[in-house]
């Protein structure tokens, strides 16, 4: 009897221990969707805000929705980058802003002197489960490499990356292909996605120097991209929820400046 009281009052220990953990894990994710929806109002972005409760539905609910209806409805990439400078004057790693044409994502990109500063650190400095959205620590902060690596958390209630999760549908990712990034210096550089895959953390998706042409266009086929161009590459990386030594990446390419808006529209109007 005294062993099994003994078991009861540690087992509830333990139970209050992990209850309190969520509902902090719960009030940091709370709190860090509150800073980035109000950051995101300063921008110059059609209204894709969403609170937990919304992002808790259905992570394709949204999917596949345009926010372009017409040409003049596209942000301006000068009005963000005159917004991202006065952003960065006040924090100073704000590296650019990564925004899904039809998904909810859309983040200020973080850029450390590790891959630690910001993996549980918001970009005012806050600390947060979610943390912010990071480039690689050893890429260049313009995002001119052939090859940039952009982290963010998986998330449960969807934010940051946790819509990444969906790309493994070929469906989801036929309709969800395109994002953009802005820089500062008022570039808007467009991207598609060609593939969705589940790698260990030593794979070739990270590699950020190439020998020769010749490497990095071998890299490009292994990731998915068919094309005989060289168009730089970015992947999106986020955990796979399934075992702590892999990870879930996007990976895309920088379209060509041939890319017309005309073309983007017809796109998201089939």
Not at 46 to 52: A, Y
Not at 150 to 164: A, E, P, T
Request: charged content about 25%; aromatic content about 12%.
């Amino acid at each position: 009897m005294k062993k099994d009281k003994i078991l009861g009052m540690i087992f509830a220990v333990v139970a209050a221990i992990a209850i309190g953990n969520i509902f902090s894990i719960e009030k940091s994710c709370r709190a860090a969707t509150g800073e980035y929806n109000r950051l995101y109002d300063t921008m110059p972005f059609s209204d894709k805000r969403f609170d937990v409760n919304t992002m808790r539905r259905s992570l394709g609910e949204h999917a596949g929705k345009s926010r372009t209806p017409a040409a003049g409805a596209r942000p301006d990439p000068e009005e963000i980058a005159s917004r991202l400078r006065q952003i960065s004057d006040i924090y100073a790693d704000v590296v650019g802003w990564i925004d899904f044409d039809t998904l909810p994502i859309s983040y200020p990109l973080m850029q450390g002197e590790t891959n630690q500063d910001y993996l549980r650190t918001t970009y005012s400095g806050t600390k947060a489960t979610a943390g912010s959205v990071f480039v690689e620590s050893m890429n260049s902060a313009d995002l001119e490499d052939r090859h940039t690596i952009i982290y963010g958390h998986n998330m449960k209630d969807g934010s940051m990356f946790g819509r990444l999760k969906k790309y493994v549908s070929p469906d989801f990712m036929e309709k969800n292909r395109y994002f953009t990034i802005y820089t500062p210096g008022g570039d808007a550089y467009l991207y598609e996605a060609v593939s969705c895959m589940v790698v260990p953390l030593d794979s070739y998706v990270y590699n950020l120097s190439f020998e020769d042409e010749e490497a990095y266009g071998n890299f490009l086929h292994m990731i998915g991209y068919d094309g005989d161009d060289m168009p730089q590459s970015v992947t999106l990386s986020t955990c796979a929820g399934i075992d702590k030594a892999y990870r879930l990446v996007v990976n895309a390419v920088r379209k060509q400046e041939g890319f017309s808006e005309e073309g983007l529209l017809t796109y998201f109007s089939k």
